[in-house]
Nanobody
Framework: QVQLVESGGGLVQAGGSLRLSCAASGRTFVIYDMGWFRQAPGKEREFVAR????????SYADSVKGRFTISRDNAKNTGYLQMNSLKPEDTAVYYC???????????WGQGTQVTVSS
């Protein structure tokens, strides 16, 4: 139904910044909320941030509040995660998610690696 492709990951020193992008294709009109999750080595996948369809409502994990900003451009079918003041504990594979609860839609990208050196 919906395909997602993440990009923008890489290697950065502690205190640096990265911007992740999530490009959606397919039935993009059905997407409501979009979000980001991450999975660090040896740990469970965890919630990072979520944004409503209009962009008017956002939520963040406590661990990233004040440092990360989620946004979206529906005209471009793209979501973003701006990550500032990165810490080594932010190292993980970051996954984009798109949902429509009415249709039972939940799509995931393949992930992009973010590595923060100390």
């Amino acid at each position: 139904q919906v395909q997602l492709v993440e990009s923008g990951g890489g290697l950065v020193q502690a205190g640096g910044s990265l911007r992740l992008s999530c490009a959606a294709s397919g039935r993009t009109f059905v997407i409501y909320d979009m979000g980001w999750f991450r999975q660090a080595p040896g740990k469970e996948r965890e919630f990072v941030a979520r944004i409503s369809r209009s962009g008017g409502s956002t939520s963040y994990a406590d661990s990233v509040k004040g440092r990360f900003t989620i946004s979206r451009d529906n005209a471009k079918n793209t979501g973003y995660l701006q990550m500032n003041s990165l810490k080594p504990e932010d190292t993980a594979v970051y996954y984009c998610n798109a949902e429509n609860r009415e249709l039972g839609l939940s799509s995931w990208g393949q992930g992009t690696q973010v590595t923060v050196s100390s």
